[in-house]
């Protein structure tokens, strides 16, 4: 994508999601971060529905902690890799009461020093809970960053940095939230919907998906006759 269309391109998304935020359910960094970590390939959607009762008994790193895995397990066994899960949101819990007083550190070294946090993790809490302009890749956006030519990359780290490079500052901390819930809703993974993505104009993917085909109409059906009255 040449670098004059990609502020006009990220305006056109901003302009479908004017007010973009995490999907995810929250009500403080931590509870964002354990919901981070849950997500892994899983939903959102899993995510919120296993971490609504998960919070109301443990809302905070010293409940979590003393919960334990084997108390975290119950609630989360709904969502894919439970097990690992649960026992890195407890060790993560712990780890946050001995090093930092139970609170989330501002801070990407930090963050990805605990347990089920990678790179992407940290972003995410990063830009989401501490307004930084960070650029967590998920496979949204290493789709969308290849397909549309906004960022093209091998790896999730390469596109990162495209991004980063490519994308103005001032809109590089709510281009994480567009370019997912795009990916998510509109440029899907097996076929994108072109027809009704407001940023077609930009993206210089080839192989356009063309609306679909209206239904036929259907043919009017002939009354019978009723039949006659015996008699």
Known sequence: MP??????FLEALAAAHPNPRSELEYATPFQLLVAVVLSAQTTDAAVNKATRALFARAPDARAMAELGADGIAPYIRSIGLWQAKARNVAELSRLLLERHGGEVPADRVALEALPGVG?????VVLNVAFGQPEMAVDT????????TGLAPGKTPRAVE?????RVPPEYLRDAHHWLILHGRYVCKARKPECWRCAAARWCRYTNKT?????PPPQAKRRRRPAPAAPG
Do not use: M, Q
């Open 161 to 165: 940095e495209e991004l980063v490079k």
């Open 119 to 123: 790179r992407k993790t940290a972003n």
């Open 3 to 8: 670098a004059d269309d990609v502020r006009p």
């Open 210 to 214: 063309p609306p679909p085909e209206p």
């Open 140 to 147: 949204h956006i290493f789709r969308l960053g290849n397909r």
